[in-house]
T-cell receptor
Framework: DTEVTQTPKHLVMGMTNKKSLKCEQHMGHRAMYWYKQKAKKPPELMFVYSYEKLSINESVPSRFSPECPNSSLLNLHLHALQPEDSALYLC??????????????FGPGTRLTVT | SQQGEEDPQALSIQEGENATMNCSYKTSINNLQWYRQNSGRGLVHLILIRSNEREKHSGRLRVTLDTSKKSSSLLITASRAADTASYFCATVALGNEKLTFGTGTRLTIIP
């Protein structure tokens, strides 16, 4: 199984809502990532989890809260978002290669619209 | 922040022609990777080239790397309509555990 799954595919939420994005992989990868991608722009890294521990936070606002319950799951909790947070949110995973980052496997993304 | 710049930003060619995209980056790297993204979907890894490699092939793809010029190119030969997508280079800097993506090239193959 070389697939990364993400749910939901689409999400519309108001600025006062709380919602969560979910990501799952069963490739035994121990590194997982959240990216944000605006239209016609490259993905921008938000968070990196390595062995279920947060290893990189790219100065993301606290209204985005990541969680890694186990080695296969990654969540992104959303609260009090702004319209400018509307974007495609991508999850990815990769093998631990002893410090050398190899290829990443991406999910299909969640298209988030904040109204 | 984006490390890589890609050119052209957009490229349209006839089916069957070759497509070449270029990527430049700023810092020393461990490896450079190319990804494809179909409209509004997830990215698919195409090829990885290490800093000590100069050229790599995978099917119809050929990637070159010139570390002295801090640049890479992706050549797609005998293009097909299904190759229509955005293509991103991404670098892994020395001592770093994250990918930094270039600005991307939008490739359109005209049937």
């Amino acid at each position: 199984d070389t697939e990364v799954t993400q749910t939901p595919k689409h999400l519309v939420m108001g600025m006062t809502n709380k919602k969560s994005l979910k990501c799952e992989q069963h490739m035994g990868h121990r590194a997982m990532y959240w990216y944000k991608q605006k239209a016609k722009k490259p993905p921008e890294l938000m968070f990196v989890y390595s062995y279920e521990k947060l290893s990189i936070n790219e100065s993301v606002p606290s209204r985005f809260s990541p969680e890694c319950p186990n080695s296969s799951l990654l969540n992104l909790h959303l609260h009090a978002l702004q319209p400018e947070d509307s974007a495609l949110y991508l999850c990815a995973s990769s093998q631990d290669r002893g410090g050398t980052l190899g290829e990443q496997y991406f999910g299909p993304g969640t298209r988030l619209t904040v109204t | 922040s984006q490390q890589g710049e890609e050119d052209p930003q957009a490229l349209s060619i006839q089916e069957g022609e070759n497509a070449t995209m270029n990527c430049s980056y700023k810092t020393s790297i461990n490896n450079l990777q190319w990804y494809r993204q179909n409209s509004g979907r997830g990215l698919v890894h195409l090829i990885l080239i290490r800093s000590n490699e100069r050229e790599k092939h995978s099917g119809r793809l050929r990637v070159t790397l010139d570390t002295s010029k801090k640049s890479s190119s992706l050549l797609i030969t005998a293009s097909r309509a299904a190759d229509t997508a955005s293509y991103f280079c991404a670098t892994v800097a020395l001592g770093n555990e994250k990918l930094t993506f270039g600005t991307g090239t939008r490739l359109t193959i005209i049937p």
